[in-house]
């Protein structure tokens, strides 16, 4: 049974270009989770999606990014137009439906250099 | 004032010591959890709890309710121990709120 996977697991991107960041849950898990570790700092929460569902986005900056979970393939997250300041190791996590709380399992991370 | 405060913020060690890193959190949660990041590396999860105590190994992480405060400990510390240890908590709505967390060094 395969963990949680993301790829690239690093990407180098120049200002105004797109990002596209790729994660497939664990087998079984239809919730996904991306959080933003940014240097230095610790992980903040950005999005919670369910298949073809966004469940809570509260920690999405306003512009610029997005991010699905649909029926088939993995979650996307896209940042539009990167700047510098996207530079940052993004984490998705799954879990399963059941047994609530339910227990995240990570992914190993793509790192994202914008130049 | 971050939700999650953790201490210290970081801790070196000799290889055997008996560690502890606390976590203190500021209103009720579903569940805490205790993950650990190697330099450039991933996130494992350690653990999950909503009360009392859970062990794994030389891992034990132990969680009071009425103080809202939960420590991990490793018994025997070793220098593979070596990682940022970090503290997040759920409040019933699934996404994690973190700690800075703790970096550690266990020298041989």
């Known amino acids: 049974n395969a963990g949680v996977m993301q790829n690239p697991r690093h990407l180098v991107r120049r200002r105004g270009q797109e990002a596209r960041l790729r994660c497939s849950p664990m087998?079984?898990?239809?919730?996904v989770y991306w959080y933003r570790q940014l240097p230095e700092e610790g992980l903040k929460f950005m999005v919670y999606l369910q298949k073809e569902n966004i469940i809570d986005e509260s920690g999405m900056p306003k512009e610029r990014f997005s991010a699905e979970f649909p029926k088939e393939g993995p979650s996307i997250l896209r940042i539009q137009q990167v700047v510098r300041g996207d530079s940052a190791a993004y984490f998705c996590?799954?879990?399963?439906?059941?047994?609530?709380?339910?227990?995240?399992?990570f992914g190993p991370g793509t790192r994202l250099t914008v130049t | 004032k971050n939700e999650v405060e953790q201490s210290p913020q970081n801790l070196t060690a000799q290889e055997g010591e008996f560690i502890t890193i606390n976590c203190s959190y500021s209103?009720?949660?579903?569940?805490l959890h205790w993950l650990q990041q190697h330099p450039g590396g991933g996130i494992v999860s350690l653990f999950m709890l909503s009360s009392g105590k859970k062990k794994h190994g030389r891992l034990i992480a132990t969680i009071n309710i009425q103080e809202k405060h939960s420590s991990l400990h490793i018994t025997a510390s070793h220098p593979r121990d070596s990682a940022v240890y970090i503290c997040?908590?759920?409040?019933?709505?699934?996404?994690?709120?973190f700690g800075t967390g703790t970096r550690l060094q266990v020298f041989p």
């Open positions: 996590a799954s879990s399963q439906t059941t047994g609530f709380p339910y227990e995240q399992y």
């Open positions: 997040a908590v759920e409040y019933n709505t699934d996404k994690l709120i």
């Open positions: 087998k079984g898990h239809s919730h």
């Open positions: 209103v009720g949660i579903s569940a």
